[in-house]
C-alpha cells in the first residue's frame, strides 16, 4: 500500500504558481519522497525527489517539513502542459519498488 | 538520448492466448523494472532486474507472468493464457544502476487488450 495522502484534485490558474501538497506520516529515517507526473497516455515522468533538505530542479520545488512527515511539490508558474496526474512515493534511496497511489489530477486552467 | 522504447504500442489478443512484450532501456542502464497500470489507477510493480537477474519479482499476479532479461539489456515480460482482467498498460522503466539516488525512466508503455 501507498505509504503517502494525496487530495484527488486540484485546479490551478495558467501562471500561477501549483502547490501540491503530501502527507507521508510514517516516513522513516532512511526513506526519500520522490515526485513522478503522468500525462495523459504516456509513461510516468521524474520531476523531483529530497530526503529532508529543500529541494529545487529547473522543473519544481520540493518544501519538506522538519518532521518529514508532510511535503508540498511547487510548480512555480503553471502552464496548461502540467495538467497531469501527480504522484508522491515514499521509498528508500534505492527506490526499487515504486508504490504509486492514486496521485493528485491537477488542471491548470487559462 | 534515447529514452526507453517499448513494443508494440498496442496489442489486441483473445483470451487464453500468449502475449510478449518487449522492453528497450536507456543504453547503459543496468537497472529495468515493470509495472502494471489498470484505467484510473497509478501502476503497479511487477518485477525489477539488476543486470539479467530478477532481483524482485514479488509483484507478478501469478505463474502466466514471466519476464526475462537474458543479455541484462532488452527484457520481455510473458503472460501465458490471457485472460480478460489482463487488460492493462504495461509500462517499462529503467535506471542506471538501481542504486544511490536511483531514479526510473519510463517507456510510453504497452496497452493490452484481451477480448
Same mark, same amino acid.
Given at each position: 500500500d501507498a505509504k503517502t495522502t494525496q487530495p484527488t484534485s486540484m485546479d490551478c490558474a495558467e501562471g500561477r504558481a501549483a502547490n501540491l501538497p503530501c502527507n507521508h506520516s510514517t516516513i522513516s529515517g532512511n526513506e526519500?519522497?520522490?515526485?513522478?507526473?503522468?500525462?495523459?497516455?504516456?509513461?510516468?515522468?521524474?520531476?523531483?525527489?529530497?530526503?529532508?533538505?529543500?529541494?529545487?530542479?529547473?522543473?519544481?520545488?520540493?518544501?519538506?517539513?522538519?518532521?518529514?512527515k508532510s511535503s508540498t511539490l511547487i510548480l512555480p508558474h503553471a502552464t496548461l502542459r502540467d495538467t497531469a496526474v501527480y504522484y508522491c512515493i515514499v521509498t528508500t534511496e534505492y527506490g526499487n519498488k515504486l508504490v504509486f497511489g492514486a496521485g493528485t489530477i491537477l488542471r491548470v486552467k487559462s | 538520448g534515447a529514452g526507453v522504447s517499448q513494443t508494440p504500442s498496442n496489442k489486441v489478443t483473445e483470451k487464453g492466448k500468449y502475449v510478449e512484450l518487449r522492453c528497450d532501456p536507456i543504453s547503459g542502464h543496468t537497472a529495468l523494472y515493470w509495472y502494471r497500470q489498470s484505467l484510473g489507477q @497509478?501502476?503497479?510493480?511487477?518485477?525489477?532486474? *539488476?543486470? +539479467?537477474?530478477?532481483? $524482485?519479482?514479488?509483484?507478478?499476479?501469478?505463474?502466466?507472468?514471466?519476464?526475462?532479461?537474458?543479455? @541484462?539489456?532488452?527484457?520481455?515480460?510473458?503472460? *501465458?493464457? +490471457?485472460?480478460?482482467? $489482463?487488460?492493462?498498460?504495461?509500462?517499462?522503466?529503467?535506471?542506471?544502476?538501481?542504486?544511490?539516488?536511483?531514479?526510473?525512466?519510463?517507456g510510453a508503455g504497452t496497452r493490452l487488450s484481451v477480448l
Open positions: 526519500y519522497v520522490y515526485w513522478y507526473r503522468q500525462i495523459h497516455s504516456q509513461g510516468p515522468q521524474y520531476i523531483i525527489h529530497g530526503l529532508k533538505n529543500n529541494e529545487t530542479n529547473e522543473m519544481a520545488s520540493l518544501i519538506i517539513t522538519e518532521d518529514r | @497509478g501502476p503497479e510493480f511487477l518485477i525489477y532486474f *539488476q543486470g +539479467t537477474g530478477a532481483a $524482485d519479482d514479488s509483484g507478478l499476479p501469478n505463474d502466466r507472468f514471466f519476464a526475462v532479461r537474458p543479455e @541484462g539489456s532488452v527484457s520481455t515480460l510473458k503472460i *501465458q493464457r +490471457t485472460e480478460r482482467g $489482463d487488460s492493462a498498460v504495461y509500462l517499462c522503466a529503467s535506471s542506471l544502476n538501481g542504486g544511490t539516488g536511483n531514479i526510473q525512466y519510463f
